[in-house]
């Protein structure tokens, strides 16, 4: 089965910051990449899909990148309501494996 | 107005059983694919398995694999999860979860998601 690695686990940053968060899949996935968010004691929400398509909705300050293996979330400038954890997903065929999780807090 | 309600959780020992159950409403529940994910307290989300919209394709994580099944009625837009032999690690809050959309040899992301039942094994 194809394992997703994210890094880093947690990071601290300060508002305004650029943030990077980065997902590595085991076996190419084309663009079958999908972040979420889930904030304390809420369930998750759908960022991005297809690696770099923004859900309706969601702030213009996150983007995502990538394709095959190597995919990356970027929130351009941090805000406080971006205090989370964020998930990566593939969603080809399969199992829909997540990554391990980046909690991201504010300094 | 998508809902998924699921209920079936609870305490049970190690090497009991439970069901699960999703009661889906607001959509064609016959015509969408159906996923189990679980998060343990205070870790990472784990996808559990994974049901076509016919029930003819499944998949289930080497966690669980052999000791949980999934199966689904359309007639009663429902979602079942039958885990067998439980441990302390399947301690979790289970969430049913929706695809975002559904098309015929096209892949989806989880968009809607249930507000969980929480599993809890131990003695």
């Known amino acids: 089965d194809i394992q997703m690695t994210q890094s880093p686990s947690s990071l601290s940053a300060s508002v305004g910051d650029r943030v990077t968060i980065t997902c590595r899949a085991s076996?190419?996935?084309?663009?079958?990449l999908a972040w979420y968010q889930q904030k304390p004691g809420k369930v998750p929400k759908l960022l991005i899909y297809?690696?770099?398509t923004l859900q309706s909705g969601v702030p213009s300050r996150f983007s995502g990148s990538g394709s095959g293996t190597d995919f990356t979330l970027t929130i351009s400038s941090l805000q406080p309501e971006d205090v989370a954890t964020y998930y990566c997903q593939k969603y080809n065929s399969g199992p829909r494996t997540f990554g391990q999780g980046t909690k991201v807090e504010i300094k | 107005e998508v809902q998924l309600v699921e209920s079936g959780g609870g305490l049970v020992q190690p090497g009991g059983s439970l069901r699960l159950s999703c009661a889906a409403s607001?959509?064609?529940?016959?015509?969408?694919?159906m996923n189990w994910v679980r998060q343990a307290p205070g870790k990472g989300l784990e996808w559990v398995s994974y049901i076509s919209s016919r029930g003819t394709t499944i998949y289930y994580a080497d966690s669980v694999k052999g000791r949980f099944t999934i199966s689904r009625d359309n007639a009663k837009n429902s979602l079942y999860l039958q885990m067998n032999s439980l441990r302390a690690e399947d301690t979790a809050v289970y969430y049913c979860?929706?695809?975002?959309?559904?098309?015929?040899?096209?892949?989806?992301?989880?968009?809607?998601w249930g507000q969980g039942t929480l599993v809890t094994v131990s003695s």
């Open positions: 979860v929706r695809d975002a959309a559904y098309a015929l040899g096209s892949y989806f992301p989880f968009e809607y």
């Open positions: 607001g959509f064609t529940f016959s015509s969408y694919e």
């Open positions: 297809a690696a770099s």
């Open positions: 076996q190419g996935i084309s663009n079958y």
